[in-house]
């Protein structure tokens, strides 16, 4: 009889091809599989609550696997790493109910994107922030974000290749947060779009800069077309940071911290 298997992970995006499996391999997902199958001696493939592309990293992706090899929870967690590269960590192990799914059994999934502003470009935090050289005003860009909370048709901030049918989305909070040079943008919403955060954050500079007002946002949103925002953000300063789960699934919670970055902030 198979056991299902939940797994907390956390990579560096820019050392992989994206989430999802590719013919050529280089993937988070092709690594993570080929580890797993060579404890469980057996094929295994996971299902993530998230996939994220080339570039973007993952504080806490969670997935789930079914398998019927009977391994203690430290091969799951210790095991595994021992044959991942080191771009990549299983954090937690846990043996879950069968009806868990990673994906459809989130409630809400949080990303942050981390954004030097200042003049001159990043060298160390190049793989791990998105920079923009304008200086940019905090409180237009919260005064925008606010205009996009709720329950709303997002086609104007998904990507051309977004294949999700629906683009009615939940967006339940927008932080924005500076600190020195570095602005944090968090936001947690129930499910999202192919470059939604960062199609958001792109829009939200455009406010902080001038470019537009902060109602130009809204107006941005109502259209439901993508011409009209700004050009999507780069990858590198996006992270998933958490997961949220119905506490009946007993999966470990997030807490959201500051991203480190090998830069002085």
């Not at 080339?54 to 091969?75: C, L, M």
């Not at 299983?90 to 999934?109: G, I």
């Not at 902060?214 to 999507?232: F, G, H, I, N």
Request: aromatic share 8%; charged share 20%.
């Amino acid at each position: 009889m198979a056991t299902r298997i939940a797994l907390g992970i956390e990579y560096d995006g820019s050392r992989f091809l994206g989430w999802q499996t590719q013919s050529g391999g280089g993937t988070v997902q092709d690594a993570l599989e080929a580890a797993l199958s060579g404890i469980a001696n057996e094929a295994v493939a996971v299902t993530c609550a998230g996939r994220t592309d080339r570039g973007v990293h993952a504080r806490a992706q969670v997935v789930h696997f079914d398998t019927s090899a009977q391994r203690p929870d430290s091969a799951w967690l210790r095991g595994v790493n021992a044959l991942l590269p080191e771009a990549v960590a299983v954090l937690w192990s846990r043996r879950v109910a069968p009806d868990f799914h990673a994906r459809y059994s989130a409630v809400s999934r949080s990303y942050r994107y981390v954004l030097l502003n200042r003049p001159v470009r990043p060298a160390l935090a190049a793989r791990y922030a998105g920079w923009h050289h304008a200086p940019l005003e905090v409180a237009a860009m919260r005064e925008a974000a606010a205009q996009l909370l709720g329950e709303h048709d997002f086609s104007a901030f998904r990507s051309a290749e977004c294949q999700a049918k629906n683009p009615v989305r939940t967006l339940h909070a927008i932080d924005i947060e500076r600190a020195g040079e570095r602005i944090d943008f968090t936001l947690r919403a129930n499910a999202w779009l192919q470059h939604m955060v960062r199609n958001i954050v792109g829009t939200l500079a455009y406010v902080g800069i001038g470019k537009h007002p902060p109602r130009w946002a809204k107006t941005v949103l109502e259209s439901r077309d993508r011409s009209l925002a700004a050009p999507t953000f780069g990858p590198e300063g996006l992270y998933l940071e958490a997961v949220e789960y119905d506490l009946r699934w007993n999966i470990p919670t997030t807490e959201i911290q500051k991203a480190a970055l090998p830069v002085e902030s």
